[in-house]
């Protein structure tokens, strides 16, 4: 089963992928930082997910 976490996560990866590609695109570069930021809280959301979804099965 999903839960919100890594729904979560999964999204702030694609908004993340997204917001860098603009910023390589255009040469914007505090876009593309944030961007690579976003996508590394979206990774640690998703994984954050994973784990408390391994604890409730497990329980």
Known sequence: MVNKDQVAGVAKQVKGS?????????GNRQTQAEGTGDRTAGK???AYGDIKNKVEKAL
């Open 18 to 26: 997204v917001k860098e590609a603009a910023g390589k695109a255009t």
């Open 44 to 46: 640690v959301q998703k």
